[in-house]
């Protein structure tokens, strides 16, 4: 199974700061059809998770432009600009290339 | 728009069989994939399995021997069943759409406990 490693555990961050998350997958993520199938979950407190990016760094419907994705191979980062309150939460990378899909232990971020 | 709602029992009993519906709408199920995704305190969140659009399936090993995903597409529906329960199989099922690698949207889960 492609293992993703995530770091840090926590971070803790001020209103309009930036933060990165990293995430790293034990495998290459690139599919046999060229696709790189990472995608990054923010799990809000009591809720389930939404997908914020996929392919790396396509973000889905509706979410704000200050997140933003990056990355390669095995080798990946989410960056959040410009923090805001409602962005706490519980960060996941999950990879969709290789079966079973698999997600990282998550990236708790506390807003200072 | 999409939606998607688990409906289970809250409590089970070790050994005993676990049996989850989803029902969508806002898409069809003869569309999309659909996967069963799993939140234990133990192992974080895992991938239990997909039912494809065609109808055929694909589990995690890890559940391989206890697991089945079904569906019925006249009711919107799909079904996870899962026998043998443990105490370690208490968590949160969520139900997600897939499409490609990708999964979409989610359920708001249902919290399943394994006691006696």
């Known amino acids: 199974d492609v293992v993703m490693t995530q770091t840090p555990v926590s971070l803790s961050v001020s209103l309009g700061g930036q933060v990165s998350i990293s995430c790293r997958s034990s495998?290459?993520?690139?599919?046999?059809?060229?696709?790189?199938?990472l995608s990054w979950y923010l799990q809000k407190p009591g809720q389930s998770p939404q997908l914020l990016i996929y392919?790396?760094?396509n973000r889905f419907s509706g979410i704000s432009d200050r997140f933003s994705g990056s990355g390669s191979g095995t080798d990946f980062t989410l960056k959040i600009s410009r923090v805001e309150p409602d962005d706490l939460g519980v960060y996941y990378c999950?990879?969709?290339?290789?079966?079973?899909?698999?997600f990282g232990s998550g990236t708790k971020l506390e807003i200072k | 728009q999409v939606q998607l709602k688990e409906t289970g029992p809250g409590l089970v009993q070790p050994t005993q069989t676990l049996s989850i519906t989803c029902t969508v709408s806002?898409?069809?199920?003869?569309?999309?994939?659909m996967q069963w995704v799993r939140q234990t305190p133990g192992k974080g969140l895992e991938w239990m399995g997909f039912?494809?659009?065609?109808?055929?399936?694909e589990y995690n090993s890890e559940f391989k021997s206890r697991l089945s995903i079904s569906r019925d597409t006249s009711k919107n529906q799909v079904f996870l069943k899962m026998n043998s329960l443990k105490t370690e199989d208490t968590g949160v099922y969520y139900c997600?759409?897939?499409?490609?690698?990708?999964?979409?949207?989610w359920g708001q889960g249902v919290m399943v406990t394994v006691s006696s």
């Open positions: 997600a759409r897939e499409t490609r690698g990708i999964t979409d949207y």
């Open positions: 806002g898409f069809s199920l003869t569309s999309y994939y």
């Open positions: 039912i494809r659009s065609g109808g055929s399936t």
């Open positions: 495998q290459s993520l690139v599919h046999n059809n060229g696709n790189t199938y």
């Open positions: 392919k790396v760094s």
């Open positions: 999950g990879q969709g290339t290789q079966y079973p899909f698999t």
